[in-house]
């Protein structure tokens, strides 16, 4: 998913620079987030109702969730709560699996900023930020690999966006790489 992600980002930002020499961050943003928000927002209000009619048990901690996964901060909620993602069986959360779109949420914020500064600063040939994407990813593959301990709970890990930003980098690095196709 992560991939997928950095690959479709990176390829977008590719195509509105060749066809109309800049991207349009206003638009991208009003776009990203109204594809993402306004399905969430259903789906929230969905298992609000849920919960509070049939599973009133679990009602108070999903509404609680509510805020984090709504704005894209869920894995730092979560883990900011001290919740374990691998130790959670039995306790029946509807959104712990939200986490995900939060991360991609704080990418499709990031990456995009981080794409135009390579550009515009360093580079101005693709293969370059290619090799930077990938360079960035064993990096971020590196810090994960370094902060890893058998012997404790991997959630830090799992919901790390510096950890897991590889797969998005890496992703990018494709799209990048794989420039004589669009042209």
């Given at each position: 998913?992560?991939?997928?992600?950095?690959?479709?980002?990176?390829?977008?930002?590719?195509?509105e620079?060749?066809?109309?020499?800049?991207?349009?961050?206003?638009?991208?943003?009003?776009?990203?987030?109204?594809?993402?928000?306004?399905?969430?927002?259903?789906?929230?209000?969905?298992?609000?109702?849920?919960?509070?009619?049939?599973?009133?048990?679990?009602?108070?901690?999903?509404?609680?969730?509510?805020?984090?996964?709504?704005?894209?901060?869920?894995?730092?909620?979560?883990?900011?709560?001290?919740?374990?993602?691998?130790?959670?069986?039995?306790?029946?959360?509807?959104?712990?699996?939200?986490?995900?779109?939060?991360?991609?949420?704080?990418?499709?914020?990031?990456?995009?900023i981080?794409?135009?500064?390579?550009?515009k600063?360093?580079?101005?040939?693709?293969?370059s930020?290619?090799?930077?994407?990938?360079?960035?990813?064993?990096?971020?593959?590196?810090?994960?690999?370094?902060?890893?301990?058998?012997?404790?709970?991997?959630?830090?890990?799992?919901?790390?966006?510096?950890?897991?930003?590889?797969?998005?980098?890496?992703?990018?690095?494709?799209?990048?790489?794989?420039?004589?196709?669009?042209?």
């Amino acid at each position: 998913l992560f991939v997928l992600a950095g690959f479709l980002i990176s390829r977008n930002f590719i195509i509105e620079n060749e066809n109309f020499g800049k991207v349009d961050f206003r638009s991208y943003y009003i776009n990203r987030f109204q594809k993402l928000l306004l399905p969430l927002l259903s789906f929230l209000l969905l298992i609000i109702i849920w919960t509070y009619n049939k599973q009133p048990d679990i009602y108070y901690i999903t509404r609680k969730n509510i805020p984090s996964v709504s704005f894209g901060f869920n894995n730092i909620y979560q883990l900011s709560q001290g919740f374990s993602y691998f130790e959670a069986h039995g306790n029946f959360n509807p959104l712990t699996h939200l986490w995900a779109l939060s991360m991609e949420m704080q990418f499709y914020i990031l990456f995009p900023i981080l794409l135009r500064f390579f550009y515009k600063e360093f580079f101005k040939d693709y293969n370059s930020i290619a090799k930077i994407l990938i360079a960035l990813s064993l990096t971020s593959a590196i810090i994960m690999a370094i902060l890893y301990n058998p012997s404790k709970d991997p959630t830090y890990l799992y919901y790390s966006f510096i950890c897991r930003s590889q797969a998005f980098f890496i992703g990018g690095a494709g799209a990048f790489a794989y420039i004589p196709i669009y042209a």
